[in-house]
């Protein structure tokens, strides 16, 4: 099965409240997207990889790109005005391919053998998740409704879906008007076909806030085996 | 699969030693040496002459960083890999701080850090996804006070940072960055340093390649990111 990958960087760096966007941010040394790069660097299925970055980014992230040797598997494209128009613009330009990994370069800490699975999995439309350790309410301003735990799922990437089917998801969600924050619910929305969860790793965080740097640094520190 | 090693530094002292120690490992079957000193680099390829590594002179003054990009390009294309970088060249001219000239501070970090860190740039370009080890040469100089030595103990205090960071900045990448502080060894440097010393009673430039010999070996995988003291103990 052709594979292709789209990775999501396209942060502005408003919610970290650093002048660098995320995506750019060093762990470990390196730049987040870098962590991510490296370890699809390792895995030929994946035969194209489409980094989505703003447009006032872009030579940053090829130079980015040059620098750390990535060869011509990975190039950059200009993302959309949301999360959702990047991953379509990536799905358009990895037309021909029968199935596509969307990552995002805020969770650095992704392994190798995450990537591996998603692609050995026998479902076409699969993500990770990971139980809720927490209660969570609907509300605002007063709790307006209950939410069962166990029956919801705190939604990791990557994912993997079909490429054709998740490009005509998109298609219809945008004919709708409809946002989402990512794409297994945009797929459960508007797809034709299940989506398989597998479970996820606790490690595996999104970099949002500046305490999650921390936390990364430390995680990042133990797999390498740091005392 | 026979391993390469580049070594700067290699026409005299610690990088000649260096070079003559590592071409009778039966696991390294290319040697690239640098140094300014072509007629230095000559005679330590004569040294090697019962190798049966190849071995390459590059003669090349690492003052020139803007050509150091293309010199490991050179040599990645003579050898088509590098597994080892020795990163030994080294320059000092002692002075008191108000003694100090531009010229003194700028030759002196150029050589001992900046075509260090250049050096290592270019050849962790040429061998990510590879085992690979770099080793820096520091010395005790770095991690002491040395009045008198201002710019060279700085900058040698330079290269064990830097070489610290690397180390981590590199890990899992497959790269390892090994950092030794020789204390004194007979070297034309140390007799710019010490030019009363008498050079037969100190450590000698083969007791220094040996240790970078068994931390260059593919056994070693534990030393790496410290930096390691040599020293004689009298």
Redesign the interface.
């Known amino acids: 099965m052709k594979t292709g990958m789209i990775v999501l960087a396209g942060g502005i760096g408003k919610r970290i409240g650093r002048p660098v966007p995320k995506q750019f941010l060093l762990l ?3 730049p987040l997207l870098v962590h991510v790069l ?1 370890k699809v ?2 895995i030929p299925e994946i035969e194209s990889i489409v980094i989505t970055s703003p447009a006032s980014h872009l030579e940053d992230t090829r130079e980015l790109i040059a ?3 990535f060869d011509g598997r990975f190039t950059c494209i200009e993302g959309g005005a949301s999360r959702q128009e990047s991953v379509y613009n990536g799905l358009l330009a990895l037309d021909g391919y029968e199935s596509v990994i969307i990552h995002e370069a805020v969770r650095p800490l992704v392994s190798t053998d995450d990537f591996r699975a998603l692609i050995e999995s026998p479902d076409e439309n699969v993500m990770y998740g990971i139980p809720i350790p927490f209660t969570v309410l609907k509300g605002a301003e007063y709790v307006e409704g209950l939410l069962e735990r166990r029956e919801l799922v705190n939604v990791q990437l990557p994912q993997k879906f079909n490429a054709s089917e998740l490009r005509v998801a998109h298609e219809a969600a945008t004919k709708d008007g409809l946002r989402f924050t990512e794409d297994a619910s945009l797929f459960f929305q508007y797809g034709q076909a299940p989506v398989r969860i597998l479970p996820g790793s606790d490690r595996n965080i999104k970099i949002t806030v500046p305490a999650d740097l921390i936390v990364a640094e430390a995680l990042h520190a133990d ?2 085996g ?1 005392d | 699969m026979a391993r390469t090693c580049i070594i700067t530094g290699a026409s005299q002292g610690i990088g000649r030693a260096t070079a003559i120690r590592l071409s009778r490992e039966p696991d390294v079957g290319g040697i690239a040496l640098i140094a300014r000193n072509a007629e230095g680099l000559a005679e330590t390829q004569s040294a090697m002459a019962d190798s049966g590594a190849t071995v390459r002179l590059y003669p090349y003054d690492l003052g020139d960083l803007d050509g150091i990009p293309a010199l490991i390009g050179s040599i990645h294309e003579e050898f088509g890999r590098i597994d080892v970088l020795c990163n030994i060249a080294g320059y000092a001219e002692p002075r008191a701080l108000l003694d100090t000239t531009n010229e003194n501070i700028v030759r002196t970090y150029t050589i001992n850090v900046l075509a260090m860190i250049i050096l290592i740039r270019e050849v962790v ?2 061998v ?2 590879r085992p690979a080890k770099i080793l820096n040469v520091a010395s005790t100089a770095g991690i002491t006070s040395r009045p008198g030595w201002l710019a060279y103990a700085s900058s040698k205090a330079a290269v064990v940072s830097l070489s610290s ?1 690397l180390a ?2 590199l ?3 497959g790269i390892k960055v090994y950092t030794i502080s020789p204390g004194r060894t007979a070297t034309e440097l140390r007799r710019i340093l010490a030019p009363e010393e008498d050079m037969t009673t100190i450590m000698q430039p083969d007791e220094v390649a040996d240790v970078i010999a068994r931390l260059l070996d593919d056994s070693e995988r534990i030393l790496d990111g410290q930096n390691i003291i040599v020293r004689k103990q009298v």
Request: aromatic share 0%; proline share 0%; glycine share 14%.
């Open positions: 470990g040394g390196n490296e660097r390792s620098n750390h040797t797999s390498l740091r | 370009r040429r990510r996804n960071t981590d900045e890990a899992g990448s």
